[in-house]
Every structure is written in structure tokens, then in C-alpha cells.
């Protein structure tokens, strides 16, 4: 019997040679985008399908392969900066297209519909930004419908009525998963579609259906992996989605070290994908519990921070000398600079770098949110002399 990881392992080295090349990048517009989704247009195995367009008057597209019963809907970047699973779903697509996946069976065109939407907000992909042209959150106007985009999707969820739906972001560098943990460069979610948060079927079906991605994802990435809060949130599109009956999985695209376009959750979100339609087809998923969804670590917000000195001796020249941690966090608005994060004893966080200041001294006295680049450069300095 061949080690279960065996057709991912195979579907991996298919991806380094078969993605898209030109989409290795950490930010993507829909001009990067344009001609990967051209190329797929083009064949005839897909239908293709201009569903409306952002505010600004860019196309939003949506991409359909197969014909079967069992509907699957995935759409990407409704928050415009976070474009690593646009690159994967078109990646995925490119995969699907180009051998019959030895983990399907071989008619799963006959069983299943495939419908991507990659890109939901190109407005916000061109300026960089999380919200529309609107200057809103998209993820907040599932009930509101204020934003031409939210309405696609709403008419597409309508219309399509899937029973699968993935919701993919990415989301911010500083989750751990679990405290203590490796940066959790993938996090999974099976949103709640009540403030109880029940689960019934179609909830079950995803957490089943996570605990199993997770298995195979934890081939490359043991410690890495997340479970998002599932605080219930009506007004964001994941929520109102699971509500409508869909078996709805959150995937977010995190960090991993050393490889800041984020390749590797790129990668990994191909390979959940795969995982996922494949589990859904041959039922495997039905072997996982609630305890295997439960057993993943939290997706820990700010179980990171971008620097972090340990045991930094303050002394101000009056007062007696106190020690401390110091958190430095990049600023979001000048990737070059520092911002004050956290001062104190910061247990239960960790450094992307992590820097000793034992025995360095800083003689001002600390405030969050002031310019650290200073402080920072001069720790630098004094462990440069040692
Ligand atoms: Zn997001």
C-alpha cells in the first residue's frame, strides 16, 4: 500500500515545475494575474465566466471545471492584500488541467463542479490596500452589500448553491500556532454560522474535512499549522456563507520563515486544496472527529512579534535600573522603520529574530508605538562590539 502521502508527494513536485511562474510575488494585481487566467480561459475542458466587476470597473472572473452534482465554490483576495491563494487556486487549476490527479477518481468531472473566483477585490489589489476602492472591508458587508464585489459573491453563493465553499485570505505575521509554536503559515477555520456556534452537518463536514487536510499538510509543516477563532461574526461573508448550509472552510496563508512572498503557504494551499476535493470525493474525510479538528493548536495572534530583546537593562541615570523585553514590530506604513510593541516581560511571545540585549543598556525611557529604529541600532551596535 502506497504511504498516504505519496500522491501529495507527487502533486508537490508537480507544482514546483507546473505553476504559474510569473505569480511568485507577495503582492498580486490583477494585471499579474491576467494572463494565467487567459491561458486557463482558453482551454476548452474550462468554462469561463466575466461575472460582473470591482467598483472601479476591473472584471472579476470565474473559472469552471467540471460538471458534476457535487458543487464547489473557492474565491480569493476579497481583501486586497493578500494575494498568495489567488496564485494557488490558478496553480491548482494548472495542476487539474494538465494530468488526471492519480488521488481522484477518473471521472471526477462527472461528480464534481468546480467554480474559482480569484481576485474578488482588484481595486484593492492595485493600490495594496485590504479594502475596496470604497474604502470598506469587504469581509464586513456580507449584510450590508454596499460594495459591488460583496454582491457578486453574494449572487454567486445564491445562484450556485455549493455545498463546499473555500474562503482563502492571508493573514498577518505574528500568529504562532499555538503558544510557543512555529509561525502558523497555514490557519484553518470551519466558521460558525450562529452566535451558539452549533455544528450540524455541513459544519462537521468541514471540520472532518480540515482534519484532514491538516494530516497531510503536517508532512511539511508539523508545527505550523493553525485553528482560527470561530467567534460568530454575521456580518463577514465565511459566516453568512456557512448559514446558507455550505460546508464553509476558512484557509489563511501566514508566515513562514525566510521567505517573505510566502511561497511556501502558496504551495501548501495547492496541496489542502487537493486534499480537500480529494477527501470529499472518496468520503475519508468521514474518518476524522471533532477531537481531530480540536487537537489543531490555536492560531495564536501575536505569539510573534518582528524583533524581540530580551532582558534589555533600562537606566535613565535617576531612577534605578529596571529590566525588560522589548518588542519591535515593522511599521506598516515604512517597512524600513521600527514601532515599540511591547515593553515587559513578554513570555508567551517569540522573535522572528530574537536578539539577547543581556548586559546592554538603553537610557530612555520606553513608549509604545514611538520610533525604535534608535533603540534597535544601537543594540545592534553594542552586540557588534562584544
Ligand atoms: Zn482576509
Known amino acids: 500500500m502506497p504511504h498516504p502521502n505519496q500522491t501529495f508527494t507527487e502533486l508537490e513536485s508537480r507544482w514546483h515545475t507546473e505553476r504559474w511562474p510569473h505569480l511568485a510575488k507577495r503582492q498580486l494585481t490583477y494585471n499579474d494575474i491576467e494572463p494565467a487566467l487567459d491561458a486557463l480561459a482558453a482551454n476548452e475542458q474550462l ?53 488526471q490527479p492519480t488521488d481522484l477518481p477518473a471521472d471526477w468531472q462527472e461528480l464534481v463542479t468546480l ?6 477585490n482588484p481595486d484593492g489589489a492595485a493600490a495594496g490596500t485590504r479594502e475596496t476602492a470604497q474604502g470598506i472591508d469587504m469581509n464586513r458587508d456580507a449584510l450590508a452589500q454596499q460594495t459591488p464585489e460583496g454582491r457578486l459573491l453574494w449572487q454567486q453563493v445564491q445562484t450556485l448553491k455549493p455545498s ?22 497555514i490557519a484553518f477555520l470551519a466558521p460558525a454560522y450562529h452566535p451558539d456556534k452549533h455544528v450540524d452537518g455541513a459544519r462537521l463536514r468541514a471540520k472532518q474535512l480540515i482534519a484532514h487536510m491538516r494530516q497531510v499538510l503536517s508532512h511539511w509543516l508539523p508545527n505550523g499549522i493553525g485553528r482560527y477563532d470561530d467567534t460568530y461574526s454575521q456580518r463577514s461573508f465565511g459566516d453568512a456563507i456557512a448559514g446558507t448550509g455550505a460546508s464553509t472552510i476558512l484557509i489563511e496563508s501566514g508566515e513562514h520563515r525566510d521567505d517573505p512572498s510566502r511561497q511556501v503557504a502558496r504551495r501548501l494551499n495547492v496541496m ?3 486534499a480537500g476535493l480529494a477527501a470529499l470525493l472518496s468520503g475519508v474525510y468521514q474518518d476524522y472527529s471533532l477531537a481531530d479538528y480540536y487537537a ?31 518588542c519591535l514590530n515593522r511599521d506598516p506604513d515604512h517597512q524600513q522603520s521600527y514601532l515599540l510593541e511591547f515593553v515587559g516581560d513578554s513570555t508567551g511571545q517569540q522573535g522572528l529574530e530574537e536578539v539577547s540585549g543581556t548586559g546592554l543598556k538603553w537610557q530612555q525611557l ?19 562590539q562584544r
Request: net charge negative; hydrophobic share 40%; charged share 15%.
Open 115 to 120: 467554480h474559482v473566483i480569484p481576485m474578488l
Open 272 to 274: 489542502a486544496l487537493q
Open 296 to 326: 489543531i493548536p490555536d492560531n495564536v495572534s501575536d505569539g510573534f512579534v518582528d524583533i524581540r530583546i530580551r532582558n534589555l537593562t533600562i537606566d535613565d541615570g535617576e531612577h534605578p535600573p529596571y529590566q525588560v523585553d522589548v
Open 47 to 99: 468554462a469561463h465566466t466575466v461575472i460582473g466587476s470591482s467598483y472601479l470597473g476591473t472584471p472579476i472572473r470565474r473559472l469552471s471545471l467540471g460538471q458534476g452534482p457535487m458543487v464547489v465554490l473557492a474565491w480569493t483576495q476579497m481583501h486586497g492584500n493578500e494575494s498568495t491563494a489567488t496564485a494557488a487556486v490558478l496553480d491548482w487549476l494548472q495542476l487539474l488541467l494538465n494530468e
Open 164 to 185: 463546499v465553499a473555500f474562503n482563502l485570505h492571508d493573514q498577518n505575521p505574528y500568529y504562532a500556532a499555538g503558544e510557543g509554536g512555529d509561525p502558523a503559515t
Open 366 to 384: 520606553p513608549q509604545l508605538g514611538a520610533v525604535a529604529n534608535s533603540l534597535l541600532a544601537h543594540v545592534r551596535e553594542q552586540l557588534s
